[in-house]
């Protein structure tokens, strides 16, 4: 119950990887508000907002500040997915999917910084991928924004050290989220897609939800105070391995 005490923001806290960091926190002893376009499941208490819009960003991180008493520790997980190569997102696609995976990450973290400021315990952990450190094929856009959150991440934890402030984050990768799950069910052949998707990892399957925001919980946790501007991969050894290929 390392958590016991400390309040918490989670951003995309309504499915996948978000829900599973705001059932883990509040397991753990965390008292957790969720931010999301949608509400999340009782009894998770949530805020809806939009990240794309700095209005909407504000009035909900006052409201969940309001309810939680104050501010420990931000997950800035919000974010979507995007496919295709260079030529195939056209220009308001690529705006979208910065305003949502980048800029939304800046807006959120600009409202929470005073609030985190007032915390013995503040810590900032935002959702990366594997994307930001290995080239995927057709994923041009999604990895040029969570190559952009790595470079955040790194920058805001130096700016933010000397205030007591940790900066860090996770990068997950291929994980089973309903994203992936709706990638799978648009392909030909789902059951081929996801063997696809499986054996690129070392590991030979995807990452599960719960995996990831176990890796949350431990950057944010009291426990990894001496630990900032790190990057955690939680991605069944993809981004460090290099493995022969099986003897038939």
Same mark, same amino acid.
């Given at each position: 119950?390392?958590?016991?005490?400390?309040?918490?923001?989670?951003? &995309?806290?309504?499915?996948?990887? /978000?829900?599973?960091?705001?059932?883990?926190?509040?397991?753990? &002893?965390?008292?957790?508000?969720?931010? @999301?376009?949608?509400?999340?499941?009782?009894? =998770?208490?949530?805020?809806?907002?939009?990240?794309? @819009?700095?209005?909407?960003?504000?009035?909900? *991180? #006052?409201?969940?500040?309001?309810? =939680?008493?104050?501010?420990?520790?931000?997950?800035?997980?919000?974010?979507?997915? +995007?496919?295709?190569?260079?030529? @195939?997102?056209?220009?308001?696609?690529?705006?979208?999917?910065?305003?949502?995976?980048?800029?939304?990450?800046?807006?959120?973290?600009?409202?929470?910084?005073?609030?985190?400021?007032?915390?013995?315990?503040?810590?900032?952990?935002?959702?990366?991928?594997?994307?930001?450190? +290995?080239?995927?094929?057709?994923?041009?856009?999604?990895? +040029?924004?969570? &190559?952009?959150?790595?470079?955040?991440?790194?920058?805001?934890? #130096?700016?933010?050290?000397?205030? !007591?402030?940790?900066?860090?984050? *996770?990068?997950? !990768?291929?994980?089973?989220?309903?994203?992936?799950?709706?990638?799978?069910? #648009?392909? /030909?052949?789902?059951?081929?897609?996801?063997?696809?998707?499986?054996?690129?990892?070392?590991?030979?399957?995807?990452?599960?939800?719960?995996?990831?925001?176990?890796?949350?919980?431990?950057?944010?946790?009291? =426990?990894?105070?001496?630990?900032?501007?790190?990057?955690?991969?939680?991605?069944?050894?993809?981004?460090? =391995?290099?493995?022969?290929?099986?003897?038939?």
């Amino acid at each position: 119950m390392e958590f016991t005490g400390i309040r918490a923001l989670v951003t &995309g806290g309504a499915s996948g990887i /978000g829900l599973a960091t705001a059932q883990v926190l509040t397991g753990r &002893g965390a008292t957790v508000v969720c931010l @999301d376009v949608n509400d999340p499941p009782e009894p =998770l208490y949530g805020v809806r907002a939009d990240v794309r @819009d700095d209005a909407s960003v504000r009035s909900a *991180v #006052a409201r969940a500040v309001e309810h =939680l008493g104050g501010l420990d520790v931000l997950v800035n997980n919000a974010g979507i997915g +995007a496919q295709g190569t260079v030529e @195939d997102n056209d220009d308001d696609e690529w705006r979208n999917a910065f305003e949502v995976n980048v800029f939304g990450m800046v807006r959120i973290s600009r409202a929470a910084l005073p609030h985190l400021r007032r915390s013995e315990h503040a810590a900032i952990v935002n959702t990366c991928s594997i994307a930001a450190t +290995a080239g995927l094929p057709s994923r041009a856009l999604y990895s +040029a924004t969570k &190559g952009a959150v790595l470079s955040l991440t790194m920058a805001m934890a #130096a700016d933010h050290v000397r205030e !007591g402030i940790r900066v860090t984050c *996770v990068n997950p !990768g291929t994980a089973d989220t309903p994203w992936i799950g709706r990638l799978l069910a #648009a392909a /030909g052949d789902p059951e081929a897609e996801r063997a696809a998707l499986a054996a690129r990892q070392p590991s030979g399957r995807l990452v599960s939800a719960e995996e990831v925001a176990a890796a949350i919980a431990y950057l944010a946790s009291p =426990l990894a105070s001496a630990t900032t501007g790190t990057a955690l991969a939680v991605d069944g050894g993809m981004d460090g =391995l290099r493995l022969r290929p099986e003897k038939s």
